[in-house]
């Protein structure tokens, strides 16, 4: 009798959907009890990589044919990498990504375990091997990312037909936020972390301002000092870096020389230490020399390695994170600040603009209008949406805003942390508010805004978020 309904729903659902055929097809699987597997690579243009065990899980890594010109869809496509994290297709679905590379391995973010749901996955486009060859870098913006979430979400609903919410942190968090910019009526819910929005690339104040006041004097100094130093004893470090370099085979085309790439990392010291580290780190002797100019060679370069790494604009350092490097010079923006604590005569080269890590062959040109139309929209048109930033965060200083014509939108800062801030680290009523609207927009609200609490236990494999330790220029 239960097969005998079960068969009676199914076709009332399939007759209903003839105009939708994954839909169709999603509703016959659930009737005959299809693998989630086999129903995934039902998909058109969906095919598998592997498929990894997980307790409790089905863990799938996948590619997904993708037009390389979603505006020309005809003229070729690449094969993206995407994984899915199933749980059960009743449940919420959490699309993240990270702006950059997919993990292949099983993880949970935050909001996944809030709503205890299913998460995808996706690899930003032009990051290996979700590169199309030829590469035709005018395709990589914005809008063609946003392009390659809608038509992934679209493929997968008819299977997860449960609410859906975008998420990511630092440039996922700023992939988040055009997804939803660009496709307001895919999600449900987004949930940015530690997302910077430079609005206006030549007006980069706010970060000087934050460098003024972050932290503790104490700690200032003493970074500023090892900073100082650095650059003091350049000569006899670069000797250093030019036999580290020598040692492992790296080479410094890209940026243009050794010297480049020194002050580079150099620069990158103090901004990286707050991007990373929390104010209780600058009591670390063994990070921070606490006495810079009596303070050996060896204790100098460790410090800034261990902080900066001296292998981030090395060609083979970079060579992974071009695309980003290649946004940030066409759309995004990158900061630049000053160093009023270093006499003139020390810095060479200052902040260096994205564009001096791109190859020479890679053409670029900079579009300023694209980060102000992300902006206004999100001030006036954003929509359950919640920003979490760091209040020791450097790329917190420029931040996304919602204004009045935002609906049911929030922007949260937890106190001391860094660019691993998440809902967790707010304070308790935030915290508490943050989950609960979360689990609304989820479809699966809490008893009460007082009660919101993750649907799924902390586990500490799935859980951990990893904070990128790749240069400071870098969100």
């Known amino acids: 009798m239960r097969k005998a309904l079960r068969w009676l729903l199914a076709l009332a659902v399939l007759i209903g959907t003839l105009s939708t055929t994954g839909a169709a097809t999603a509703a016959q699987s659930e009737a005959t009890g299809t693998d989630i597997k086999d129903r995934l690579l039902s998909i058109p243009g969906m095919s598998m990589i592997e498929e990894k065990p997980y307790p409790g899980y089905r863990f799938f890594v996948l590619n997904y044919t993708q037009p390389v010109d979603h505006r020309h869809p005809s003229k070729g496509t690449f094969q993206q990498r995407i994984t899915v994290l199933h749980k059960d297709v009743s449940r919420p679905t959490v699309f993240y990504t990270s702006g950059y590379n997919v993990s292949t391995n099983a993880s949970r973010r935050e909001p996944t375990q809030i709503v205890d749901g299913n998460q995808v996955s ?147 010291y103090v901004w990286g230490f707050w991007q990373y580290n929390l104010l209780a780190n600058c009591g670390d002797d063994s990070l921070i020399p606490p006495d810079a100019q009596r303070a050996s060679d060896d204790q100098i370069w460790n410090s800034i390695d261990t902080i900066s790494g001296f292998s981030a604009y090395a060609d083979q350092g970079l060579e992974p994170y071009t695309p980003y490097y290649y946004q940030a010079a ?3 923006g990158a900061p630049t600040i000053h160093f009023p604590s270093i006499e003139k005569r020390y810095v060479r080269y200052g902040y260096q603009p994205p564009r001096n890590f791109v190859p020479r062959e890679i053409p670029t040109r900079f579009q300023p209008w694209a980060m102000r139309d992300v902006d206004n929209w999100v001030r006036h048109d954003a929509r359950h949406t919640l920003y979490v930033y760091g209040q020791n965060d450097p790329w917190g200083s420029e931040r996304f ?63 951990v978020r990893d904070v990128d330790r790749e240069p400071a220029l870098r969100p």
């Not at 998420?167 to 895919?186: I, L, N």
């Not at 987004?190 to 700690?219: H, I, L, M, W």
């Not at 001391?416 to 508490?432: I, P, Q, R, S």
């Open 122 to 268: 996706m690899e930003y486009r032009f990051f290996t091997p979700s590169r199309p060859a030829p590469a035709d870098w005018s395709k990589l913006d914005i809008w063609q990312a946003a392009s390659d979430q809608h038509r992934i979400f679209q493929a997968l609903k008819p299977i997860y037909s449960a609410n859906w919410i975008a998420t990511g942190g630092s440039k996922g968090g700023m992939t988040a936020t055009y997804y939803e910019r660009f496709y307001p009526r895919d999600m449900n819910g987004t949930v940015a972390y530690v997302a910077p929005n430079d609005v206006v690339n030549s007006e980069d104040s706010a970060y000087d301002r934050f460098f003024t006041k972050v932290g503790t004097k104490q700690c200032r100094d003493r970074l500023n000092a090892v900073q100082r130093e650095a650059l003091v004893r350049r000569e006899p470090l670069e000797k250093k870096y030019a036999a580290y370099a020598a040692d492992n085979g790296y080479t410094f085309t890209t940026v243009g020389s050794l010297d480049k790439a020194y002050e580079a990392v150099v620069l990158d």
């Open 330 to 332: 066409t759309q995004l």
């Open 401 to 463: 805003r919602v204004d009045k014509g935002a609906k049911d939108s929030y922007v949260l800062t937890a106190p001391g942390m860094n660019h691993g801030a998440n809902v967790a680290g707010l304070v308790a009523d935030e915290k508490t508010f943050a989950t609960a609207r979360i689990l609304q927009w989820a479809g699966v609200p809490a008893v009460s805004t007082a009660q919101a609490k993750p649907l799924a236990r902390f586990d500490a494999a799935l859980d």
